[in-house]
């Protein structure tokens, strides 16, 4: 491996294969992606089960920061769903990979936030997740938009040609 790559040199990469390159299936992919989160939350609430407070603390405060997990379950379902809905398009394998361990690690800072213990780094976790998957969007052709579509690109043409964005509108080909 090149010792100057980027650390995004794989999901750089990822954008090039096609969906025939990918022997893509979407409903193994959406599978997995079910199974993947699954087995994370069973596994992360049986391994943190013994470190949980909840006991110690004051109820109200108990049900209250409970309740907090359940708007960040919320958050994570919805994107869940983003994630579900995205694989049913081709997606190449490190992005898809990319994509499930960032929506697991959220998922596993979910379970691990259940039991109330270090809540701090359990709610850094779980944004971290959310980061993760946001970076891993930024790198899936799938969801990106044409360049000629994105508003810096119009006025980059628009300037090349000595005339303003506003004033006269791109000509249609």
């Known amino acids: ?7 995004t040199f794989v999901l750089d990469r990822a954008g090039v294969e096609t969906a025939s390159d990918l022997g893509y299936r979407p409903l193994l992919w959406r599978v997995a992606l079910v199974f993947a989160i699954a087995m ?27 309740a907090m997990v359940g708007i960040k379950a919320i958050i994570a379902l919805a994107a869940t769903g983003l994630l579900l809905w995205r694989f049913g398009h081709p997606t190449s394998r490190p992005v898809a990979i990319g994509y499930g361990v960032a929506i697991c690690v959220s998922i ?10 270090s809540i701090p780094l359990g ?10 998957l946001v970076l891993v969007g930024r790198f899936d052709s ?3 938009a044409p360049s000629s579509l994105t508003p810096l690109n ?20």
């Open 1 to 7: 491996m090149n010792l100057h790559a980027s650390p």
């Open 40 to 66: 994370t939350a069973a596994v992360t609430a049986v391994v943190t089960a013994p470190f949980s407070v909840a006991a110690e603390m004051d109820p109200d405060l108990a049900r209250l920061l409970r």
């Open 108 to 117: 596993a800072a979910l379970a691990w936030l259940w039991g109330l213990a």
């Open 123 to 132: 709610a850094l976790l779980f944004y971290g997740g959310l980061a993760g």
């Open 142 to 144: 799938g969801l990106s």
């Open 154 to 173: 119009r006025r980059m043409r628009c300037a090349g040609q000595g005339r303003s964005e506003l004033t006269s509108p791109p000509s249609v080909r």
